[in-house]
C-alpha cells in the first residue's frame, strides 16, 4: 500500500536538485574547500526544542553523515523554550560567529517575532544554510474527544465556549486562523517541548493539538488519537476520511519543515562547508530511508533559496498575524 503523500504545495518551490545547488555553491565559493582549516575541533548544533522533536529527529538522523564528510565531530546540544526562543537567541549572540556552533531552526522560527518580543532579529541573524526536510501535520484530538469530525468540533466548540484546550509548543497563529475564522473559544496552552504537548494529549490535558504526521501516525493508527484535518496536498492513503485543510477552507495552515542556520557573519566557505556536508548527508541511503519512512521529503536547498523561503514564511505568517490582529507580546 502506498503511504507517501506530498507535502503541503508551497513547499514545492525549494526542491532545486542539489547538482544544481552543488554547482551554484562552486560558483559562489571558488576556492578549494580542503584548502581551509575547518572544522578542527566539533562543530555544535543547537537544537532549540526538546528531544525527539521534528528537528531533533532530522538533525540527528543528518549528523553522523555531516560528521563523516566534515571529518570531524558533530555534536547536536538541546536547548528547549516555549517558542524555541532561547536556543535561538543563543545561537544569533555568538561571538565570534565561526561556524562552530550552528541552529536547528524549523517552520515556527520565521513566527517567532510575531508573537513574542526578542533581542534578535530571526531573519538577519540567523542566515539559513539549507532547509533540509518537510512534511505534513495534521489537527488532532484525543479518542475520548467528543467529536470526530471537523464540522462536529466546530459544533461543539460552538455549544461548549471556553472549554476546549489547544496545546502548542511555539506560537498559535495557524489555531488563531482557525478561531477566528469559525468564531471559536478555545484556550490555548504553551508547553516547551512535543513530548509533554503530545502526551497532554493522550491523556486529555488539551483536547486538540497540531502534530507532524510523521510523530502521530503511531497513535492514530492505534487509535489513541483522531485526526480532523491534515496539510497535505491529497488526503492520506490511510485516512481518506480526513480532510485536506484546503477542503475546510483553511488554506493558510501549512506543514513542517526543518532547516540549519548559522550565526550572521560566518565565514562564507564555512558555510559553504556546513552546506556540502547537509548536502552529501542528504544523499545517503539511511537517510533516504528514514525520510521515506517517516512521512518526509528532502528538500535540500541552497543558502540562498533557503533565506527567500524563510522569509516568505516570515511574511506571509505576518500578514496573517496582522489580519488575525496578533501582536507581539
Do not use: C
Not at 492514530?220 to 485516512?239: D, H, N, W
Not at 536547498?301 to 527567500?308: C, G, I, L, R, T
Request: avoid cysteine; hydrophobic fraction near 45%; proline fraction near 9%.
Amino acid at each position: 500500500m502506498e503511504k507517501r503523500v506530498r507535502t503541503s504545495p508551497h513547499l514545492s518551490g525549494i526542491r532545486p536538485k542539489l547538482g544544481t545547488v552543488l554547482l551554484a555553491m562552486l560558483l559562489a565559493f571558488p576556492f578549494p574547500l580542503h584548502a581551509q582549516d575547518y572544522p578542527n575541533r566539533p562543530v555544535r548544533i543547537v537544537v532549540p526544542t526538546g528531544l525527539s522533536g521534528l528537528p531533533d529527529l532530522v538533525i540527528r538522523t543528518v549528523v553522523p553523515a555531516m560528521s563523516k564528510q566534515l571529518s570531524q565531530s558533530v555534536i547536536v546540544e538541546n536547548r528547549p523554550s516555549v517558542g524555541g526562543i532561547v536556543g535561538m537567541e543563543y545561537v544569533a549572540k555568538q561571538v565570534p560567529p565561526d561556524g562552530y556552533t550552528l541552529l536547528a531552526g524549523w517552520s515556527g522560527l520565521p513566527r517567532a517575532p510575531l508573537t513574542a518580543s526578542l533581542r534578535f532579529d530571526v531573519l538577519k541573524d540567523l542566515p539559513a544554510i539549507s532547509v533540509l526536510a518537510g512534511g505534513p501535520t495534521a489537527l488532532v484530538t484525543a479518542a475520548s474527544a467528543p467529536f470526530n469530525t471537523f464540522p462536529e468540533l466546530l459544533a461543539y466548540a460552538k455549544a461548549n465556549p471556553g472549554k476546549l484546550n489547544f496545546g502548542a509548543t511555539a506560537d498559535a497563529v495557524q489555531w488563531d486562523a482557525v478561531t477566528q475564522k469559525f468564531g471559536l473559544n478555545v484556550v490555548t496552552i504553551m508547553y516547551k517541548s512535543t513530548p509533554q504537548l503530545q502526551q497532554a494529549v493522550l491523556t486529555g490535558e488539551v483536547q486538540l493539538s497540531y502534530a507532524a504526521v510523521q510523530r502521530s501516525i503511531g497513535d492514530a493508527r492505534a487509535k489513541k488519537i483522531k485526526y480532523l484535518a491534515v496539510t497535505s496536498e491529497k488526503r492520506l492513503v490511510e485516512f481518506p476520511e480526513t480532510p485536506t485543510f484546503t477542503d475546510i477552507g483553511l488554506p493558510a495552515i501549512r506543514g513542517f519543515w526543518v532547516s540549519l542556520h548559522a550565526p550572521l557573519g560566518t565565514p562564507r566557505m564555512r558555510m559553504a562547508a556546513i552546506h556540502a556536508a547537509v548536502d552529501y548527508a542528504l544523499q545517503q541511503p539511511e537517510v533516504k530511508d528514514f525520510m521515506a519512512k517517516n512521512w518526509m521529503d528532502i528538500i535540500g536547498s541552497s543558502p540562498a533559496v533557503a533565506d527567500k523561503y524563510v522569509t516568505d514564511e516570515h511574511d506571509f505568517y505576518a500578514a496573517l498575524a496582522k489580519a488575525l490582529n496578533i501582536s507581539p507580546q
